[in-house]
């Protein structure tokens, strides 16, 4: 039998998954990654090389595990998060760490396209506005800040890229991932050109796009003793990790969408033509299934919402899970199944690391709002919870404002396994939520782009329909969506209240003021 592999390489670790044609995983392995560095607030840095050390564990392991040969991986598959800088010299080595997705240090490089390019412009050549989030400005603020290392730049590649270099030896991306860089011409599929004029960036550092099926290289004979694969194993595009993980969840026609709670979170919708968002709340990137489109919002601080709270606050559950082999989130949520919906008046801004869908706001900062002393810790667990549901509903609003429809919902990520979480999403969507027989998300995707470009499937569209199987259903409770929608109203108004008091603590917090 033939397998296929897809590779994640995530915030937090890389994970390689093994997958039989009918979409089972029969085996899965991650390598963690060292935690990124935030030397100042809103900075987020890692180092290249742990990503690759982190891929050798995750593929070696996963070949144990499951006892596959090498010889019967018949493609792999990448996906990756999105976004980050990796910077190499005329000798293939890495300059400097990477700024990552959330890193947020770039905005005065975002203002500086903005006027320099048009906001109109800008959405015209790229489908999107200028945000610290994306590449470009993070390209332009080495070159404004680190001279000396620009200088030396002579291959630009996102992480998953990286990653694909040391399998290949070639300098290749996709089209999905390629559109978050604010270098690429979403609409036509291709590297801009106005884009790389307007902002000075030689096109010779960019790898070359594929559609995210196309094979771009093959395992080398030196990786493939490093890895147990077969050297000449077909390596595809691949996507980004929200495409990859819309492939993964069967989100390859109209009307279905995905709700994924990884660190951020992010709704995501299929179109069969570019949707532009004309005050660019959205982000309009190109799938991962050849020839299409897709819109999709995203919350900075989703499962990062969570994960700051159990770091800070969790000290006992986290303690208690490692005696008792028990996940310290499900004992922290468990936590907020006695509070009734709406947390007693409390609202939970999950801002952490600024926030894009609909602020496009990077010195936006979370909070708590409407706490009293009757509230107690359960109280701050159920409203980060609810908290994240409004801030990815904020996306769903825009979808009905550009007319997008919208009929079941798909949940994915490492949120999706709290029976809670998904029930709170459920009411404040007031949609049918699915989750599906297999969750490996991202990484499953992957590997189904593995198999339509092993010729395992006919084409992507085929790769759902014979490995992606609904598991549960779902159904919003009327009380709560009710309950809800009057604190959503609050929700939605609270932000731009504090606005400015925010971008004032922001400078504080640097130092500026």
Same mark, same amino acid.
């Given at each position: 039998m033939s397998y296929m592999m897809g590779i994640d390489v995530g915030t937090t670790g890389t994970r390689a998954v093994i997958v039989r044609p009918d979409g089972h995983v029969v085996g899965a392995a991650t390598g963690e990654h060292q935690p990124m560095r935030m030397a100042r607030p809103g900075w987020a840095e890692q180092d290249p090389e742990d990503w690759w050390q982190a891929t050798l564990v995750a593929i070696r392991s996963a070949l144990e595990q499951t006892g596959v040969k090498g010889s019967e991986i018949a493609a792999v598959g990448f996906s990756g998060q999105m976004h980050g800088v990796v910077l190499l010299d005329k000798s293939r080595a890495v300059l400097r760490p990477s700024l990552i997705w959330c890193d947020?240090?770039?905005?005065a490089q975002c203002d500086w396209i903005t006027n320099k390019v048009g906001a109109a412009q800008l959405i015209q050549y790229t489908s999107n506005p200028a945000l610290t989030g994306f590449s470009a400005p993070k390209i332009l603020w080495v070159r404004d800040n680190e001279p000396k290392v620009y200088e030396r730049v002579a291959h630009f590649l996102l992480p998953k890229d990286f990653v694909r270099y040391r399998l290949t030896g070639e300098f290749a991306t996709d089209v999905s991932d390629a559109s978050g860089t604010l270098l690429f011409d979403v609409t036509h599929r291709r590297w801009s050109p106005?884009? /790389?004029?307007? /902002?000075?960036?030689?096109?010779?550092? /960019?790898?070359?796009?594929? !559609?995210?099926?196309?094979?771009? &290289?093959?395992?080398?004979? !030196?990786?493939a003793v490093l890895t147990g694969l077969s050297a000449g194993t077909p390596v595809v595009g &691949?996507? &980004?990790?929200?495409?990859?993980s819309a492939v993964g969840n069967g989100i390859v026609l109209p009307g279905l969408t995905s709700a994924t709670l990884g660190t951020s979170g992010v709704i995501f919708t299929y179109t069969d033509a570019p949707k532009l968002d004309p005050r660019g709340r959205i982000h309009t990137f190109c799938h991962a299934v050849p020839g299409k489109w897709h819109v999709m919002g995203v919350t900075q601080g989703a499962g990062l919402s969570l994960r700051w709270f159990r770091d800070n606050f969790g000290y006992t559950e986290a303690w208690y899970g490692k005696q008792a082999d028990v996940d310290p989130y499900e004992l922290i949520i468990r936590e907020a199944e006695r509070i009734r919906p709406g947390s007693d008046g409390l609202l939970w801004l999950p801002y952490l690391m600024g926030e894009r869908t609909p602020h496009l706001d990077s010195q936006a900062r979370g909070m708590w709002f409407g706490l009293t002393a009757a509230h107690t810790r359960s109280h701050l667990v159920r409203s980060i919870l609810e908290g994240v549901a409004f801030s990815l509903r904020d996306s769903l609003e825009i979808f009905k404002e550009l007319g997008i429809p919208v009929e079941q919902i798909r949940a994915s990520g490492g949120g999706s396994r709290s029976f809670l979480w998904r029930q709170i999403q459920a009411d404040i969507y007031g949609k049918e939520l699915v989750t599906l027989r297999t969750s490996e998300g991202s990484a499953l995707g992957a590997a189904l782009l593995a198999g339509v470009g092993a010729k395992i499937y006919a084409s992507v569209e085929e790769s759902a329909q014979e490995a992606i199987q609904v598991k549960e259903s779902m159904s919003p409770k009327p009380e709560n969506v009710a309950t809800y929608e009057r604190y959503y109203q609050v929700y939605r108004d609270l932000y731009p209240a504090v606005q400015d008091l925010s971008h004032t603590l922001a400078k504080l917090g640097a130092g500026e003021a």
């Open positions: 947020q240090r770039s905005q106005e884009m /790389l004029s307007a /902002l000075g960036i030689d096109a010779q550092i /960019l790898p070359k796009a594929f !559609e995210s099926p196309e094979i771009t &290289g093959e395992i080398t004979q !030196e990786v &691949g996507a &980004g990790d929200q495409a990859a």
